[in-house]
C-alpha cells in the first residue's frame, strides 16, 4: 500500500496521495454528508405518510454527541417517528490500541495495536410490517494496514413481502458494484448471505444486499469511491422502497409476524454480528453499538 | 473420582457407588420429577389469580418431546397462561462428542470429546412488571469426569420492586447451601453476581442468587443432595413470591420498565450466558435453547 509522501502517477501525471490520517478525514467527511443526506430523506418520509393520525407528529431526528474515553467518538441521530419506529444513523470517529487478545484478529493490528476507525451506520425499524428493515454500514480502517468494509442488507418484515422489493434493492447494488468492478456485486452478495445467517436456525437475516471487508485494491481513491457508490445507492433505492409501502394499512397477525422476525434480528445482532462484537471490545458507546437493536421483538 | 465399581465406606459399611452412568439415570430422573412439581406449582398460581377476566382461561403447561440428532433430547413443558406470559421448564438429557474447538473449554473432555449431560432448566417471564422473572437451572455432566452446575437468580422487572423478595429469594438458597456447607452461599452468591453481570453496560442481570459448576468433591450422593436442596428451595420460595403481587394492577410506565428490563435480559443471553452457547454449540433443540428469551422486548 502507498504510504505517506507516495505518488500515484497512473495517469502520467504525478498525484499526492494523502497520508493516512488525511485519507482518514476525507472518509471522515464523508459519512458525515452522507449522514445529513439520509436524515434528510427518512426525514421528508415521515412527512410524506398520507392521512397521518393528528396524534402523531412527523417523525424528526435528535443527534447527540458521544466521546469515547480511549479517543475519537461520534454522533448519533436517533429519530422516533409514525414512519419509522426507530431509526438510527450514526458516525463514529475512534483510535486507540485493541485489547491484546482482538489484535490477533485484525489485519495489521498484531504488532502494537493501534487503530483509527471512522464509519457510518444505518439501521431501520419501520413501524409498518410492511414496510422491510435496513442496515447500510460503511467504514474506514487503519492499522498498519488500511481497508474499507461495509455493505447494506434488506429484512422484509411482512410474510408477503413483494419479490420486487428484492430484486430493485439488489438491482441498485449490483450497479453502484459494477461502477467498480462486476465481480464485485457476486462476491459481495454471497459474503452478504454467507455473513448473515443464523447457523442455529439455519436461515439468512432477509433477504441480503451486499457485504465486503478489508478491501484493499491498492488504490485508495478507487476502493473510496466504490464506498461511496454504496451509500448513494442505499440513498437513492431505499427511500423508494419505504414509499411504495406507506399508507398500507396492516393487520394484528402482520404486526406480529413482524415482531417474531424482529426477534431473529436481534439474535442475530447479538450472537453473531462483528460489528457489535466490534463495538462493545472497543468500549464504543452502548447506546450507538445497540442502536440496531429492534424497537420491540418477540419471542412468542 | 470414585469409577464404577469402587465402594465408597464412609459409613463403615461398603455402599456401593453407581457407575458413572447409573449416576446419570439417578440425577435424570430427578430432574424430570423435580419437572413435575415445578409444573404443578405454576398451574396453581394460573388459578390462584383473583378476578381473573373471564377472556383468559389459567395457563396450562404444553409437553413437546424432541431428539437430539447427535444422541439424547428432552422435553420443553411451556406455558402461556394468564400470570405466566411465557415459562418454561426444559429437561434434557443428551450425549455425544463435543466439536474440537470446545473441547479445550470442558474439564475431562479434551482426549476423544465424549460427554453426557443432563438438567433441568427452568425460566419465567410473569406478565405483571410486579412479579419477578426467574431462572433456576441445575445439571450433571460427566465426560472423563463427573459434576454438578446450576443455580437461581432473581430479575426483578419492576423499578419499585420491594427488598424483602430479594432478601426471601437469597435467604431460601442460602438456607439450601447451608445444609450442604455453610461456605457455598457466599462462595455461589458471588459467583452468581460475577456471571449475570453485563460488562458493556456495567449493570448485573438482576438481583442474583446463586451460581455454581464443576462441582465435584468427590461425594456424588454429597454434590446430588446439593443439587436437589437447590431444586427444592426454588419450588418452595418462587410461587411464594409470585402470589405476593397476584392481583396487583400495573401502569403502562410498569409494562414498560419490565420490557426494556427484559431487553436486558435477552442482551445477557444472547452475548454471554454459557448455557446458550453449550445449546448452540452442541446443535441442541433450538426452541428448547431459546425458551429463556422474553416473550416481548423494548430497545426504545
Redesign the interface.
Known sequence: MAESGATNDDAGVPVPVPPLALRGATAGTWFASLRDRICAALEALEDALPDPPPSEPAGRFERREWVRPGGGGGVMAVM?GRVFE?VGVNISTVWGAFSADFRAQIPGAAEDGAFWASGISVVAHPRSPKVPAVHMNTRHIVTSRAWFGGGADLTPMWAAAPARDTADFHAALKAACARSDPGYYPRFKQWCDEYFFL???GETRGVGGIFYDHLDSGDFERDFAFTRDVGEAFLAIYPELVRRHLGQSWTAAEREHQ?VRR?RY??FN??YDRGTQFG?RTGGN?EA??MS????????
Chains 1, 2 share one sequence.
Open positions: 422516533r426507530k447457523p442455529h436456525r415482531l426477534g436481534a439474535e447479538l450472537l462493545l452502548i453499538i445497540l437493536m429492534p424497537p420491540e421483538a418477540r419471542w412468542p
